[in-house]
Nanobody, 125 residues
Framework: QVQLVESGGGLVQAGGSLRLSCAVS????????MAWFRRAPGKERDFVAV????????HYNDSVKGRFAISRDNAKNTVYLQMNSLKPEDTAVYYC??????????????????WGQGTQVTVSS
């Protein structure tokens, strides 16, 4: 059974930082595409960042480039999202996803078969 458990969300002031964690069981994070998505109030779930399973490359939504960093710890089987210089528009529920087929459309929610329960991030102005 595959499980993804996010943690690390919370309330932070604009300009602050948070680190989200996604602990995975039942699959090895070093093999599969692991991504972070977010859903702001009244909006759809949007792609934030991915670390590819085939070569470890990382890709980001333009809105977070230079501020967020995705990484993985193979020993802990955990994926992280370091978020710096947070803005009020980053407020959302953040989800991690696992794509068991490493589909090239990594920005598409439809390729992710497994999701965590989400963690709330609130950035105050």
């Amino acid at each position: 059974q595959v499980q993804l458990v996010e943690s690390g969300g919370g309330l932070v002031q604009a300009g602050g930082s948070l680190r989200l964690s996604c602990a995975v069981s039942g699959r090895t994070v070093s093999v599969y595409d692991m991504a972070w998505f977010r859903r702001a109030p009244g909006k759809e779930r949007d792609f934030v960042a991915v670390v590819r399973g085939n070569d470890g490359s990382t890709h980001y939504n333009d809105s977070v480039k230079g501020r967020f960093a995705i990484s993985r710890d193979n020993a802990k089987n955990t994926v992280y999202l370091q978020m710096n210089s947070l803005k009020p528009e980053d407020t959302a529920v953040y989800y991690c996803g696992l794509d068991p087929y490493n589909d090239n459309y990594y920005w598409d929610t439809g390729v992710y078969a497994y999701w965590g329960q989400g963690t709330q991030v609130t950035v105050s102005s």
